[in-house]
């Protein structure tokens, strides 16, 4: 402490670059204040500092595994991202001066470099713009900042005495029954739960957060009600989907996608307050869309599309600008490719030429390279064991394709399975066989290579929000990848791909993938960090959105062997 007051008199009205003396740790009451990186200037991105108590004197049963831990964790986090607001006076001074700021969290719980948790201490991650007036350093601010506000957010956020361990022990608790109940969804033949009470629409287009007004409660159809026990709320019921082909029917604006949504989301846990808390489905899900004008290189789609005009094959195909068609193909076989054990695809999002064609345009139209969708959802459940469910409003054809018809009819569920039946007896198809093959895309090898990070004299791979990644002079665009939840996964994925553009090796996306979430398993989130120290901010990716942000690249190579 003493040290810190002197070097703040000594540095006080020097210019901006005087803050560098900062640099290293200190001993201040019940916490160790480290300043890891201190910024060139006020408008330049913020310093990194970190807070490490001196003790952990929580309740252990609240970090006691793996789970409990990353829940807790995020628990922290939150509560920080709190005191923070209420404790510190913010702007104060040129460009970023007197901000503190912790990585920001969505609705879903996740590994992330922010906060640790040990045995022996709890150590929060965060950014300080340590303040200026013009560029010249403002330590009475300063002073007040990490003298004053930053211990009382260690009182208020990090201790036992600040924080409410009923609300914590909810959280940790609410995160590990849900984790229980995904991984309890393949042993009891199930892709998906929702629970009866959770609220699946969105405050708006715009945000995560649930409708607060007027929204329908979820309740399962008696025909899918199951019960499932979890470790600490005890048995839990709600719909069960069973694997295979479920079909989600409806009329428009009856909460069709929104269902499908939750559901995408439900590959993460979710903040106690989300309202989807217990909605889960298998940690693999991909949610499949048309993308057109993506690039597409090396891939395998010839399951599903045939020969392209002018004999292209589609054994290997790559292109610049797909159609709607082939970028939702090239999305389906990259997911099979990362690995998948369910399908969600939506027709709001879907090309209607993949999703169906119909017996006048089988006639009409001789050269159709497309299978569409409906021909190979049977194949895939039957031959590769992948279920789908998909949201079809406006085509009836899939009711011949599917185990289960799910009506949705203003928010509220009904098993229509039977009365699908009926419809499809008193209405038959004509010529509808539906029989396609599915068979597993062939494998790829990237190089790496032809990733470029050049950029200047620079090397860059980063992330610029939550959907680009700047690699070089490219720009990644993962704007249509929908369970991709926080800024923190997308620069953790821009990173790892930072590390296999250097390596320069041609491996198989799978292999780039797992060897990269293998080592962050295995060395923490913080391997993924570039400085010693502050690891920046990070949160786990899964590896369906790895694999797809290295596929999104446009000047990839890749092709399969
Ligand atoms: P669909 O896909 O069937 O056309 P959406 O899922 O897009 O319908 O939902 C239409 C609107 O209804 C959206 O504004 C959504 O937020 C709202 N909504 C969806 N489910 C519910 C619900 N359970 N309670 C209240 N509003 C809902
Ligand atoms: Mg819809």
Known sequence: MQRLRSIFDRIGRKGYGAYKDLQGSYDLEGFTLFIDKVQRDPFAPPSLIRVRTSQNRFDSML????????????????????????????????????????????QVVLPRTSMVVTEGYVEARMAAGLPARGRTVDARAAKAMLLEELPRVVREALTPAGVDETRAREHVETVEDANHLREQLPGLGLVAFLADGAVLPRESGASDRPLREGAVAFESPEEFRTTVELPNRGSISGMGLPEGVTLVAGGGFHGKSTLLSALAWGVYDHAPGDGREYVVARADSVKVRAEDG????????????????????????????????????????????IGT?????????????????????????????????????????????????????????????????????????YDATERAREVRESFPVPGAAHTGEARPPRGRRVRASSIDLRRGKRETARSKGSSTIELGRERVDLSYLEQLAEAGQTEAIARAIGEFASEGESQGVEEVVRRTLG???????????????????????????????????????????
């Open 63 to 106: 970090f006691s595994n793996p789970v409990r831990r990353v829940a807790f964790e995020d628990f922290l986090t939150r509560s920080v991202e709190k005191v923070l607001r209420r404790a510190v006076r913010g702007s104060r001074g040129s460009g970023g001066s007197g901000r503190i700021e912790i990585q920001r969290t969505s």
């Open 294 to 337: 993506r690039s597409v290189a090396g891939v395998d789609i010839s399951g599903m599309i045939g020969e392209l005009p002018g004999g292209r094959s589609t054994m290997n195909f790559s292109t610049p600008n797909a159609s709607g068609s082939t970028s939702q193909a090239a999305n389906i076989a990259e997911a099979l490719e």
């Open 341 to 413: 054990s369910l399908l969600l695809v939506d027709e709001d999002t879907s090309a209607t030429n993949f999703m169906v064609r119909d017996e006048r345009m089988r006639k009409l139209v001789n050269k159709e390279p497309i299978s569409p969708f409906i021909d190979l959802v049977r194949p895939l459940y039957d031959s590769l064991n992948i279920s789908t469910i998909v949201v079809a409003g406006g085509v009836g054809d899939y009711l011949d394709v599917a185990d289960r018809v799910i009506l949705m009819e203003d928010y509220e569920t």
């Open 519 to 561: 080592s962050v398993e295995r060395d923490g989130l913080d391997s993924l960090g570039n400085f010693r120290g502050h690891p920046g901010e990070l949160s786990l990716p899964r590896p369906q959105e790895m694999a797809a942000a290295i596929n999104r690249i446009r000047s990839l190579e890749a092709s399969t062997e």
